[in-house]
């Protein structure tokens, strides 16, 4: 007995819960409602299943996924031109002061079961508690203040690891942990790195050396992760050298034999359909495709869309819900009218630095080599310390008003307020007023620095395949830089009514004046590491940007940026808390129909959303079975 369930067997269950989506949040929701043997649970995933696949659980293997269509959708956005309004772009011709030069960027998300966290980096990041407790002033919603959601950061990780004190932390290994503010029985595994490049350690040490606010957190989980440390990441160490820790092991694998649950995977939902009978419609059914046909699925309770940032509202508006003029245009009718479906994505922007280091300097580059990726082979497979065992270990958030100088600061300032000034609606003026408050708070983690020992292609943002590849014959050392609470808002939108047909992707990449100013300073600090002792000493030159470009010239780092820039692969709020889904995740104006994914983030948090994702998946959870109580 096995929770993969054929065609057959699925279409003859009678189901209380649906899920569209396998992914990190569907999958948790899942295991969670199936505790209660009581309901049957079903989840439709488009990917395959996947279980056992060595690319997925081998953590260093993640360059070989994102970009290959065997475990990624490959969508790509519209190109990225800025400005929308034909007034606006018409200034702006042969001026390229917006947008990323017409790039069409490719949009990863796994194609597997378990969605992205099958794909992602495995970076374990829990943004501020500052931010969250925003959500409930934007929103209104204090349930998802910080404290609403810290039970279920909790909830989800079983760590591997333990306190060290905070001082070896600092001077050793800079791991900011203390075990209070971590789960150590949850499904998903963390741990920090068991190896890591030897210019990771002189990153850190520049860092402190320079002033930049690289002094760790008591924990950089707590709450508060100002400063630079070694980054937990999802990867589980309790057996064997290292495999990734993702929904489908953490949430499914322990959960196989449960008779209430069933996934059927390659089912490709197209719609759901509401029962228009009432007042206020029902989500009564949906339809999907798998072996050719297309057949239709009831739940009793209620549907539940786990389907991502880009499938949920596309789903929604494929069901007849969001904009009318947008479903008019793409032939749908509006069953339900709310004009901020498939508003308000918002993505992390990054662009990324590479350096060539002097001989002697190992970098991920020299796996490339026979001999050497054998023996990382060879000790992976015995449990050993391994490159193959880890992702990405070396992070840090630093606060703009920290290392802005006055100036740039200015400049920053005058971009917000310009920002505000032009707020198309209340809600994106409340939430650009929060922002603006973050930009002078030296407490605020504006922007997200990572060190990769590996080559970067930052022009290929195009194409992932391109951007991630190491380079044989290169030994290289790469920086990515990303803001943390972009200005920049996009769409995402159906343009026809063929489910199989990808929405138009428009996250309108450096469209916002701010993004660029703070993306700008992150490249100036990020080359200033590069040139500062001890770092310097491992650094032959500096690759991207090119070493003759001035590091010094803002209208340089601008032009830079703009060919430089794409996705951190954190897109989310596209079906947001207050504006699409009301405090208790159901979409307004829809009875029995609820949404558990990134797309409910109403304003962006700083770092990477796995972690943040799992924890809404959690609450989402105990949610549904209070509701069930009161049944």
Known sequence: MSV???????????????????????????????????????????????????????????????????????????????????????????????????????????????????????????GQATEYDDWARITGYNSWAWSGLKPYFLKHEGTTVQAQTHTKAEEDTIRAFENEFHGFSGPIKTSFGNWSAPVEEAWHKTGRKMGLQWTPPKDAWSGSHLGGYSNLSTIDRTQGSGTRSYAVNGYIAPNLARRNLKVLTEAAVTKVV?????????????????????????????????????????????????????????????????????????????????????????????????????????????????????????????????????????KINEAVQSAIDSAPDKWTRAERQILAERINDPLTASLQLALLPVTLDPARFDDQTKLLAPGVGNNRCSIIVAVSHPFSKGTIHVHCQDPMVPPHIDPRYLQSRVDVEMLSVGLRVADEMFRTK??????????????????????????????????????????????????????????????????????????????????????????????????
């Open 534 to 631: 001890p770092l310097a000493d491992k650094v032959r030159s500096r690759v991207f940007p090119k070493a003759d470009m001035d590091m010094g010239d803002p209208n340089q780092r601008e032009a830079y940026l703009r060919g430089h820039t794409g996705t951190e692969y954190h897109p989310c709020g596209t079906a947001a808390l207050g504006n699409v889904v009301d405090e208790s995740l159901m979409v307004l104006g829809v009875q029995r129909l609820r949404v558990v994914d990134a797309s409910v983030i109403p304003s962006h948090v700083s770092g990477n959303i796995g972690d943040l994702v799992y924890a809404i998946a959690e609450k989402a959870a105990d949610l549904i079975k209070n509701d069930v109580k009161k049944q």
């Open 4 to 126: 993969i369930s054929t065609h057959e067997e699925f279409v003859h269950t009678s189901f209380d819960y649906l899920i569209v989506g396998g992914g990190t949040a569907g999958l948790a929701v899942a295991a969670r409602l199936s505790e209660n043997p009581d309901l049957m649970i079903g989840v439709l995933e488009a990917g395959s299943a996947r279980l056992d696949d060595l690319a997925i659980l081998t953590p260093a293997a993640f360059p070989n996924l994102v970009g290959n269509g065997k475990y990624d959708w490959l969508l790509k956005t519209v190109p990225q031109v800025g400005p929308l309004h034909a007034d606006q772009w018409k200034a702006l011709m042969g001026k390229k002061k917006a947008g990323t030069r017409d790039t069409v960027h490719a949009f990863p998300r796994g194609k597997a079961l378990g969605g992205s966290s099958a794909i992602n980096y495995m970076m374990y990041v829990r």
């Open 274 to 410: 509401l029962d228009q009978k009432s007042e206020t419609p029902i989500a009564a059914s949906l339809t999907f495709i798998n072996e050719g046909k297309e057949v239709t699925v009831s739940a009793k309770q209620e549907i539940i869309l786990a389907a991502g940032v880009v499938q949920t509202p596309q789903l929604l508006e494929l069901s007849g819900i969001g904009r009318h003029d947008v479903l008019k245009s793409a032939g749908l009718q509006c069953i339900v009218q709310n004009d901020m479906v498939g508003e308000q994505l918002v993505d992390h922007p990054v662009t990324a630095l590479s350096y060539d280091l002097i001989d002697g300097e190992f970098s991920l580059d020299q796996l490339t080599k026979e001999a050497i990726l054998g023996e990382a082979m060879r000790k992976y497979s015995l449990g050993e310390e391994s490159p193959l065992a880890n992702g990405i270990n070396s992070n840090a958030f630093l606060a703009i008003a920290q290392i802005a100088t006055p100036d740039e600061l200015s």
